[in-house]
């Protein structure tokens, strides 16, 4: 049976339309595959939000959270449950466990809104159908602001709704969230001295317009063969309706609403979502990607149509970009092609000073096609570009020259001693065929447990294992199929004579005298080796130690909170003394506020707070990332001594997050 060198060298115009294939393919891939900046994870915890108007913690405790806990224990495969019992709000953190598979995922938060509903007729009067939210996998990579000098509350609401339903039309879009949209209300103000002199209480005005704002069955009127349905108007349409509905007082007197109130449209108040860019009003715009889209493609179509969308607005109105995933991804490849070149002319040159040019060019080559050939089986594997496998090809960069420089040094070797061709050209690549597949198996199965890891962790970082078992199994197959085929005609070699001693080099020679001096001292050698792992382990712990740099990214963000009970305005005062005192630092660009909650999952990476009135935080944006570091401490110091009161904590974006990490 032929080996796999032999077959390529008798069918070498198969091997060489077999490589056309890998290149183009590979950029063809490259260009079409989807791109990202993190790979997609399956979260699976879900959001149970119940809101109790008028109760304290303690009741929300025993009324509401107890008996949902209750119910959710019953749908299995429950990792833990933690709940917060707040006055007015009970909010619970489901976690499945790591095993259940993503599949199954959809099935289970069906099981729990069934739980719920089970338990909701058990809930106390006045408390909220409870709310759902198990979508905290998607990440809203393009988020914006919209300011608008000079316009309401009214007009950036009606506007903000144009522009999600012009979103989300687009092709690849997947979600749309608006943050920091005032809530409408009608504000009805009695008079109290009036509503004394007629002897009528609140909770009468309060029932009769509950009644009154209720659709009712009212029945049907036969005339004939035909059945009619009778509609009784009771809903209000206008203002007017409400001014005009009819009271009674203890005296039997008549009078309307109007006569006792002033009735008028406002927002409710304390708004619990608000934004602001540079201390302007503003509403968010969260932009969320469909799963195997381009982001890169996607963020040049959504940039076209917000600048569409902007021109067509009135003067004023003006997006700000906060975060924008697509920039980002866009450095990581150039990044990556910036270290492809590198690593290719790295392995020439160093090739060239020890093997000859040409050997390096034939390994350098295959390297390129490696990679680009792994494109083609990862795309076809519905495989993505993101930070874990293109990171997974840096660090494969060293690994995928090894089989090919057995194989070139073989040819060589063989060659100068004599060797015809085409024997020299298969002789090494039969003989290592199998030690190199074992080699190349072996390094494969190292980072198996990344992939086998069932948490998020390993979910997250299973493309480094895939990545490099498909680069590292092409690397070996090329080696034994292209770099017989290039040495064929590219590699010059000259013949040594039969007696010659190809190994009696100045190199070979210096190299043969440190292993003769090390074999006769030994016990000095041994010392030596100890010594230097002792110096190690003393070196290695002033080294920063973290498993995940943190990105380098030129933006922070800052949680801020408060007692419970603290007001949402104290909050909203203590935020824009802080950013008036961050925007005199020349090195700070932008400052973006939120209140009450996180306003998106706009990073994979990025923690996301409850929702609370007395919750706050700032996305701080930098000039560099260079600039973090030597602001970062001071500011911590500054909110520290200036906001005791309040827990505090500046954050950069880091792969491995915690929320109380423990040193």
């Known amino acids: 049976m032929k080996s796999m060198a032999e077959y390529a060298l008798e069918n070498k115009a198969l091997i060489k339309l077999f490589i056309a294939f890998l290149v183009i393919g ?3 891939s490259f260009y079409s595959m989807s791109k990202m ?6 979260v699976k915890q879900a959001l149970v939000m119940t809101v109790y108007p008028g109760a304290t913690a303690h009741q929300v405790e025993l009324e509401v959270s107890d008996k949902l806990e209750k119910a959710i224990r019953q749908m299995g495969d429950i990792d833990y449950i933690e709940s917060k019992s707040l006055n007015d ?4 953190k489901v976690v499945l466990k790591t095993t259940v598979p993503n599949g199954e995922l959809e099935q289970k938060w ?5 739980k719920i509903v089970d338990v909701h007729t058990q809930l106390p009067t006045g408390a909220s159908v409870p709310m759902v939210l198990d979508d905290f996998s998607a990440v809203y990579g393009m988020f914006y602001t919209l300011t608008a000098d000079g316009f309401s509350d009214s007009d950036m609401i009606r506007y903000t709704n144009f522009i999600q339903r012009e979103l989300i039309n687009i092709e690849g879009i997947r979600n749309v969230q608006i943050y920091g949209t005032a809530t409408p209300c009608i504000n009805v103000n009695i008079d109290s001295k009036e509503m004394a002199r007629l002897g009528i209480s609140p909770i009468e005005i309060l029932m009769t317009l509950q009644d009154q704002n209720r659709t009712v069955y009212s029945g049907f009127f036969n005339s004939g063969d035909e059945r009619m349905k009778v509609i009784v108007p009771g809903n209000f349409r206008d203002l007017e309706d409400i001014r005009n509905l009819v009271l009674k007082g203890h005296d039997g007197n008549t009078f309307t609403l109007g006569n006792i109130a002033d009735i008028e449209e406002d927002y409710e108040k304390p708004q619990r979502n608000k934004m602001k860019y540079d201390g302007k009003r503003a509403y968010g715009i969260a932009i969320a990607m469909e799963s195997g889209y381009d982001i890169l493609k996607i963020g040049n ?3 076209e149509k917000i600048e569409e969308l902007e021109n067509g607005l009135p003067s004023g109105f003006k997006f700000n970009k906060v975060f924008y995933q697509p920039e980002r991804v866009s450095d990581a490849i150039d990044t990556f092609i910036v270290n492809l070149i590198e690593s290719v002319l790295i392995v020439i040159v160093i090739l060239m000073l020890t093997m000859g040019f040409r050997s390096g060019v034939i390994i350098g080559t295959g390297l390129v096609i490696t990679v680009l050939g792994s494109f083609v089986v990862l795309y076809f594997f519905d495989g ?4 874990v496998s293109l990171g997974a090809f840096i660090v494969a960069m060293g690994m995928l020259v090894d089989n090919a420089i057995v194989v070139v040094d073989g040819i060589l070797v063989d060659s100068a001693r004599g060797m015809k061709k085409p024997q020299s050209l298969v002789h090494t690549a039969n003989i290592t065929a199998r030690p190199l597949l074992g080699a190349t198996l072996i390094a494969i199965i190292a980072f198996m447990p990344v992939s086998l890891s069932p948490d998020m962790a390993g979910e997250y970082a299973r493309d480094l294992f895939i990545v490099l078992a498909v680069s590292l199994l092409l690397s070996w197959i090329l080696a034994l199929v292209h770099v017989p085929i290039h040495s064929e005609h590219y590699l010059k070699i000259k013949t040594a004579d039969d007696n010659t001693n190809i190994f009696n080099t100045p190199l070979y020679r210096k190299f043969r005298g440190m292993l003769t001096f090390l074999l006769h001292h030994k016990a000095g050698t041994i010392i030596g080796i100890v010594l230097l792992l002792i ?23 800052m949680e801020y909170k408060m007692p419970e009970g603290t007001r949402i305005e104290k909050v909203e005062k203590d935020l824009e003394e802080i950013e008036r005192y961050l925007k005199t630092n020349p090195a700070i660009t932008h400052v ?22 007395r919750y706050g935080e700032l996305i701080i944006d930098f000039k560099s990332h260079k600039d973090i570091d030597n602001c970062m401490q001071d500011l911590q110091e500054y909110m520290n001594r200036h906001y005791p009161d309040a827990f505090i904590r500046l954050k950069k974006y880091n792969t491995m997050y915690m929320e109380f990490p423990i040193p």
């Not at 900046?37 to 399956?42: K, L, Q, R």
């Not at 506020?593 to 996180?598: I, P, R």
């Open 26 to 28: 590979g950029l063809w």
């Open 535 to 557: 110096v190690s382990v003393c070196c290695f712990s002033f080294l920063p130690q973290t498993f995940f740099p943190d990105l380098t990214y030129n933006q922070i963000y």
């Open 89 to 92: 709000l009970s909010l619970i």
């Open 592 to 613: 973006t506020t939120s209140l009450g909650g996180t306003p998106a999952r706009y990073n994979l990476v990025r923690s996301v707070a409850d929702p609370s009135l």
């Open 301 to 303: 179509t959504v940039t």
């Open 384 to 387: 993505t570009l993101q930070r």
């Open 37 to 42: 900046e993190d790979p997609e994870i399956t």
């Open 110 to 114: 069906d099981i729990l809104r069934k």
